[in-house]
């Protein structure tokens, strides 16, 4: 993880141990990955994850073929248009 004196590239804020939950797409699929051991920003809540998870995270991605979902969530699609019309 970073040092005590390091601090948050988006705002500036504090960093504290925490964990970060992350969406990625892959082909045309939303995977969520949760309680991944991070820094997290106390102000703006941006998580900085280690190059060794990041590492194991990049190994795990490329065998997600072989790993079964712990779940499968369903996920509201909404278009732009809908978005940007309001309602």
Known sequence: ??????????CGGQLEPGTATLEIWRKQQLMVIRDLPADVCLQCHEPYL?????????????TTENVKPRQYLTVPEYSALQALEGT
């Open 1 to 10: 993880m970073r040092n005590l004196d390091d601090r948050c590239d988006l």
């Open 50 to 62: 280690s190059p060794e998870t990041s590492d194991r995270l990049d190994r795990f991605m490329d």
